[in-house]
């Protein structure tokens, strides 16, 4: 069995990247990523001594590049993507061309290879704000920003090449990830980090937005059962019940690093932020996936591993990550780094 893994120099390929060879070390696995900001090759760096285990630098919209990686595969899994609703609300050309166009190309490669698996890695944000219930598969897409708009465009090519071409495709969808090896512009790693730096923690409008936070192994662990057992053309939500307010989860952070609600600053919303997400996951568990539990435990060990790796992560929050963070932030209302401001 021969896997490409697209996007595996980010948080979630990786953390797939490294199930995979523990857990199936006969697979070859060939992670092709173009490391873009989020791209880390330290995110890989254990994995690359490892035997069947090779990685390449280069792009999901390149065809070329594709067409020679492709043929040779069993399967695709394409965690490639522009991922941060933030960057997506500053500018959406790249988010358009990697989640619609890069999609597309690997699409185009596979349909000429029609027994590879091709695995879409999707998200809860293509259902769009929920004010009550749960998606199940096949609810309405309504995505409610550039990012969640492109990972549907993406989406609804997947299925039609299965309609259109017969092509071996399955979708998961799951909800927000945490845990080691997250870039830290996501709220957790972005909070966690800020704390140990002293900085305060920017949560945004009345804090009061739902979450279902997913521990990235069990997502990992979830995509492989789909890959091995999922029913071609279909979808799988994967989440974990842990539905939280904002200030729940950011209550729950700043304790696991013992800091106190006066880091918090309320600062202007986020344009169009959806209000609630929520994902119904019994289709998942019918291939017998479940989610290991244990969200306070989970949130304790990630806290601890930024705590710990301090070296991964502190290189990240310079250079170009300051301008990020001072466009984003510093001038935002109730944003400020020294006194307390309610809001
Ligand atoms: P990430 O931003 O950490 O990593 C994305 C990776 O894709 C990076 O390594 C980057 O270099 C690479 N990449 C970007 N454009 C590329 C291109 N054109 N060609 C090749 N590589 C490219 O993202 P993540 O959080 O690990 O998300 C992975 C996937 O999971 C994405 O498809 C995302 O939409 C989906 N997802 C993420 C979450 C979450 O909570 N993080 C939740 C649901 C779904
Ligand atoms: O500084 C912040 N302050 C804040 O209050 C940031 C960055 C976020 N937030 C809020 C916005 C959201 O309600 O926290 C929540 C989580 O925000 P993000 O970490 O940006 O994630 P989200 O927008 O929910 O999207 C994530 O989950 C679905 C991932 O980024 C997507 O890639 C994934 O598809």
């Not at 704390?195 to 979450?211: Q, S």
């Not at 997502?219 to 999922?230: I, S």
Request: one cysteine or more.
């Amino acid at each position: 069995m021969r896997i490409l893994v697209t996007g595996g120099a980010g948080f979630i390929g990786s953390n797939f990247a490294r199930l995979v060879t523990k857990e199936r070390p006969e697979w070859e696995t060939i992670v092709l990523d173009k490391l873009t900001y989020a791209g880390n090759p330290a995110n890989v760096r254990d994995l690359r001594a490892m035997q069947g285990f090779s990685f390449v630098q280069g792009d999901i919209c390149d065809k070329a590049l594709v067409g020679d990686l492709i043929p040779g595969c069993d399967a695709v899994v394409n965690f490639a993507a522009e991922t941060h609703v933030d960057r997506s609300l500053a500018g959406a050309d790249d988010f358009v061309r990697t989640d619609i166009l890069g999609t597309n190309t690997m699409l185009e490669v596979v349909r000429h290879h029609p027994r590879i698996r091709y695995l879409q890695v999707s998200t809860d944000e293509v259902y769009g704000s929920l004010p009550t219930g749960s998606a199940v598969e096949d609810s309405p897409l309504n995505p409610g920003n550039p990012y969640s708009a492109s990972k549907a465009g993406g989406d609804l090519l997947a299925l039609s090449y299965h309609r259109s071409f017969g092509l071996d495709v399955v979708i998961t969808r799951s909800s927000n990830n945490f845990g080691p090896y997250q870039y830290p512009e996501k709220v957790m790693p972005l909070f966690l980090t800020n704390v140990l730096e002293g900085k305060p923690v920017p949560l945004y409008g009345d804090g009061m937005n739902v979450r279902d936070w997913l521990f990235v192994e069990d997502n990992c662990r979830g995509v492989l059962t789909v890959l091995e057992k999922g029913v071609s053309g279909e979808v799988y939500n994967i989440g974990a019940g842990n539905e939280l307010p904002n200030i729940e989860v950011t209550m729950m952070i700043l304790d696991a690093v013992g800091a106190s609600s006066d880091m918090i600053r309320y600062v202007e919303d986020r344009p169009g932020h959806d209000r609630r997400y929520s994902l119904k996951c019994d289709k998942i568990a019918r291939l017998g996936w479940a989610p290991s539990g244990d969200f306070p435990g989970q949130l304790s060990r990630t806290a601890a591993w930024y705590r710990d790796n301090r070296a991964w992560w502190e290189p990240l929050k310079s250079g170009e990550f300051k301008d990020y963070y001072r466009r984003m932030y510093e001038g935002r209302r109730g944003y400020s780094e020294t006194s307390p401001v309610s809001g």
